[in-house]
T-cell receptor, first 114, second 115 residues
C-alpha cells in the first residue's frame, strides 16, 4: 500500500536559518505529492504540490522537488521566520489508481526562535 | 468561496451520548473525505465519498461510527455511543476530480472531547 515517511520532529531553528524537512514515499502508481501546513488550533492548508516527476512546487518561499528516482519530496526554505512555526505534513494521492484519498506522513513540528 | 465548513468547532459530550459532526464541502467538489487526527495515530482517513456515494469506509473504526452524504452539499459523521477514546479532531476535506490542481481543501475541524 501507499505510505509516507517524514523526519521526526521537533525541528528547532533560529530565524533566517535554512530549513529541510525530509519526506520519502512508497506508492504503487504515480502519485501526486503535497505539503500541508497546520498552525496551532487550525486546519490543514495546502502549502505546495507536484503532480509528476521533476516538478517543483513552490509557495511562500518554500520549495519541494518531486524526485521519482529517490521517491522523495523534501521541503526546503532558505530563510525561516518565526511565523513559519507550525506542523508540516507530507502527503500523497495516487490519482492513477483512482484512489483519491490523501495518505499523510506523521508530521514534523517546526519551531523557529527569534 | 467560503471553503469547507464544519460544525460545531468544539463538542464536549459524555460517554454514551450520540455525537453528530457536520460538513459542507465546496460547491462543485465531487469528492468528500473525513479524517481523524490524534497525537498517537496522526491523520487517519475514515471514509470518503464520490458523488455522494461512499467509496471506501475501511478506516471507520467500528460500527459505532457512521457517515452519510444525502446530497452534494452536506455530510454527517455520527458516533453512537461515544467513548473517551473517540476524543480527537475530525476534519472534512473536499476536491474536484476534474480540472487542474487536485486541490484538497480542508475544513477547520471539529475538536471532540468525550468525558
Amino acid at each position: 500500500g501507499n505510505s509516507v515517511t517524514q523526519m521526526e520532529g521537533p525541528v528547532t531553528l533560529s530565524e533566517e536559518a535554512f530549513l529541510t524537512i525530509n519526506c520519502t514515499y512508497t506508492a504503487t502508481g504515480y502519485p501526486s505529492l503535497f505539503w500541508y501546513v497546520q498552525y496551532p488550533g487550525e486546519g490543514l492548508q495546502l502549502l505546495l504540490k507536484a503532480t509528476k516527476a521533476d516538478d517543483k512546487g513552490s509557495n511562500k518561499g518554500f520549495e519541494a522537488t518531486y524526485r521519482k528516482e529517490t521517491t522523495s519530496f523534501h521541503l526546503e526554505k532558505g530563510s525561516v521566520q518565526v511565523s513559519d512555526s507550525a506542523v508540516y505534513f507530507c502527503a500523497l494521492a495516487d490519482m492513477d489508481t483512482g484512489r483519491r484519498a490523501l495518505t499523510f506522513g506523521s508530521g514534523t513540528r517546526l519551531q523557529v526562535q527569534p | 468561496d467560503a471553503g469547507v465548513i464544519q460544525s460545531p468547532r468544539h463538542e464536549v459530550t459524555e460517554m454514551g451520548q450520540e455525537v453528530t459532526l457536520r460538513c459542507k464541502p465546496i460547491s462543485g467538489h465531487d469528492y468528500l473525505f473525513w479524517y481523524r487526527q490524534t497525537m498517537m495515530r496522526g491523520l487517519e482517513l475514515l471514509i470518503y465519498f464520490n458523488n455522494n456515494v461512499p467509496i471506501d469506509d475501511s478506516g471507520m473504526p467500528e460500527d459505532r461510527f457512521s457517515a452519510k452524504m444525502p446530497n452534494a452539499s452536506f455530510s454527517t459523521l455520527k458516533i453512537q455511543p461515544s467513548e473517551p477514546r473517540d476524543s480527537a479532531v475530525y476534519f472534512c476535506a473536499s476536491i474536484r476530480s476534474l480540472g487542474t490542481g487536485y486541490g484538497y481543501t480542508f475544513g477547520s475541524g471539529t475538536r471532540l472531547t468525550v468525558v
